[in-house]
Every structure is written in C-alpha cells, then in structure tokens.
C-alpha cells in the first residue's frame, strides 16, 4: 500500500508545480500589462421607420399602394351618347347627316365630326371610330309631326310644293324661303330631285357633274340643268368633297349664295338671295 502512494506522489507534485505556475504567470501580467479593450457587437442596420400592421404581416388586410407620379391616369369613357343620326347616303361619296345638340353635320367617308371618323355607313347605321375603338351609331325612327313654333302657337310647316313656288327668278339672280333651305338639309330628298357626281381631271376634284334634273323640283327652279357643271362655289374654286359638304351644313346660316356653272362652252354665275 505505501509503495502505491510512493509511486503516485511524483506526478500529482508535478501537476500542483504547473498550476501554482500558471497561476503566478496570470498575476504577473494582469499586474504589468495594460488591460485589454472590451469588444462590443452593434448592429449596422438601422431600425426602420416604418412598421408592419399585424393583419397585413399575414395577408389579412392590403396595406395601401404608395401613389407615385408614373401610374397612367384611369381612361376616360367615351360614348355616342347625344349624337343622332338622321340620314344616310350610299354612294360616290357615301355620307351620313349626324346631329348633336340639335345641329346638324354633314360627312362624307373619312371626315370627322368631334374627333369621331366615319368609317362605314350602311342604310340604316354608321361606324365611327376614335382612339382605335369601334362605335355604332343607328337611325332612329321620328314619331308624330314636324311643326314650327310661331308667336300664337305652333303651326304646321308649310307644304314644300307651296314653298318651291315661292322662288322668284329675276335674270340670274333667285330669290329663295329661308323655310325652304330647311327642307333641303334633307339629303334623301335632295337625291330624289338632283343627281350629282364629283369630276375629276389628273385626280383632282374639279367640280360636280349634273347628271339629273327633276322637272319641277326646287333645283329645277333655281336654274340647275342636266349636264351643267358646277365649278365654284362663292367665286372659290371646290377642290374638294369637304368644301361643298361645309357650305351645305352651313345653308340654314347664309344669306346669299353663288354658283359658278359651265354649260356647254360657257359659263354663267347663278346668285341666290335668301329671304
């Protein structure tokens, strides 16, 4: 047994040796050294100012979307509502007589009213389009009787037999009823008494040909014949289907007009004096 703890007491020194050493070394340089610094951790992200509603952190209610200067203003709607059409006209050119607001244009293929372009036009309906988008447009059926308003009422209009007979004729000059212009923004009738073709020479517009003439009609009165060509308007030449079309939706307004005709070899000026 002594032999035992003999043989044990060798390694058990040598290990108290080397703490008592150890611990001497710590006094030593705690006692002669500068004291180490003390390390600290800090986040570099900052806090965020703004915070996370506990229903939209789980997809339980949509946060508001922010407004930023690049989102497309909403498309405003845009709709035939007020326009009304009154006639159509199939042909060289075909045209329509569209109203709004109680006035009335008259279009051919191609023109534009309000930023409307006509497109089709069929006996009872036209196709507009605006902005790359389609819109139809039909003829509505007018009930009752036209009437005209006077001081003590209204009044039934005037037979258009009794106002054609009111033209008067004094040389080349034709004195025409204002009431009358009113039955000529008809553009069906107009067709049932006259027939007229745009001519052209080197494709360009030089005037409409007179291909017809009703015996009796209002354009009879006013000195039209067959075969005559009309070349101006007011002293100006017509270049165009669009500057007669824009005397005819001004014919209620006016109060003189011109038409410079060839006939034949010669030519004449007809005036016309509204009253």
């Not at 035939?80 to 159509?88: A, D, E, F, N, V």
């Not at 050119?93 to 109203?99: D, E, F, K, V």
């Not at 067959?226 to 017509?238: A, L, S, Y």
Request: proline fraction near 4%; charged fraction near 30%.
């Amino acid at each position: 047994m002594r032999s035992r703890f003999e043989a044990m007491a060798t390694p058990v020194s040598l290990i108290l040796l080397l703490l008592l050493c150890a611990k001497l070394t710590a006094v030593v340089v705690d006692a002669f050294l500068p004291p180490l610094p003390r390390l600290e951790c800090r986040s570099e992200i900052e806090k965020p100012s703004y915070t996370y509603r506990f229903a939209s952190a789980f997809g339980l209610k949509s946060a508001p979307a922010a407004t930023t200067k690049s989102q497309a203003p909403a498309r405003k709607q845009v709709s035939l509502r007020g326009y009304t059409l009154s006639m159509t006209a199939i042909g060289t050119p075909s045209m329509a007589i569209i109203a709004k607001n109680g006035k009335s244009r008259l279009i051919s293929l191609g023109e534009e009213i309000d930023g409307f372009k006509l497109e089709e036009v069929y006996t009872d309906r036209v196709k507009l389009s605006k902005s790359g988008r389609e819109y139809w447009l039909s003829m509505k059926k007018k009930e009752g009787t036209e009437t005209i308003k006077t001081g003590m009422g209204k009044k039934t209009k005037k037979p258009e037999r009794e106002l054609i007979e009111q033209v008067r004729r004094e040389g080349d000059t034709f004195f025409v009823p204002r009431e009358l212009l009113s039955e000529m923004h008809d553009l069906k009738k107009i067709f049932r008494y006259i027939s007229i073709n745009p001519l052209y020479r080197e494709n360009k517009l030089v005037g409409f040909a007179v291909s017809n003439v009703k015996k009796g009609s209002v354009f009879d009165k006013m000195g039209l014949k067959k075969r005559d060509i009309i070349e101006k308007i007011d002293g100006k030449p017509i270049k165009s289907e669009s500057d007669a079309f824009a005397y005819f939706n001004r014919l209620e307004q006016l109060n003189s007009l011109s038409l410079t005709i060839k006939r034949g070899k010669e030519s004449k000026e007809l005036k016309y004096e509204i009253y």
